[in-house]
């Protein structure tokens, strides 16, 4: 009913005012967001590499190669089980062989295979691990296991190894 008697300029005037009132709080609303500071941005490491020369480049792989050759020489000779380890936020997987009762380092975790060996599931071979890691990131968990248990390669669902960061997978057990 009061927008009846109003004239054509006063529902202008009333438009403009609810129009820059709106406005007003909207810019209000931009400004509180775009001034919240970032947390920890000066510690975050770039996600690439760096190289500085390809001639180093080459020398650097020439080298892990060698030692490449010599270690699968020493291991063809022992029981251990290959892993696959990835780190989820720079998205690099790494070959990890661990020796039966040894512990491996992979990032902040201590990975050791206490058991290895290989079972006949459905007519289909499966390797099989007794796995243990410790997350050595804070010293009050260097004694406590955050996983500690069987693994499966053909299905490592069955029973997960759970972390934020890394993740790994049995893929063979040799030499058992």
Not at 57 to 86: M, P, Q
Not at 104 to 120: A, D, N, Q, Y
Request: charged content about 25%; glycine content about 2%; overall charge positive.
């Amino acid at each position: 009913m009061l927008l009846k008697n109003m004239t054509l300029g006063n529902k202008i005037i009333y438009f403009l005012f609810f129009f820059v009132i709106s406005l007003k709080c909207y810019s209000n609303a931009e400004e509180k967001i775009t001034s919240s500071p970032l947390i920890n941005l000066e510690k975050i490491k770039p996600s690439f590499e760096e190289t500085s020369n390809e001639l180093e480049e080459i020398n650097n792989s020439n080298e892990k190669l060698k030692k490449k050759n010599l270690r699968d020489k020493n291991i063809l000779s022992t029981s251990h089980a290959v892993l696959i380890g990835l780190d989820k936020i720079t998205a690099k997987s790494s070959e990890l062989i661990i020796n039966l009762d040894e512990a491996k380092v992979f990032g902040p975790l201590e990975i050791k295979i206490l058991k290895c060996g290989k079972i006949r599931v459905n007519n289909k071979n499966e390797n099989i691990a007794y796995m243990q890691v410790k997350d050595l990131a804070k010293s009050e968990n260097d004694k406590v296991f955050i996983f500690n248990g069987w693994t499966f390669s053909s299905d490592p669902n069955i029973m997960p190894f759970d972390h934020a960061i890394y993740d790994l997978q049995l893929l063979n057990c040799r030499n058992v």
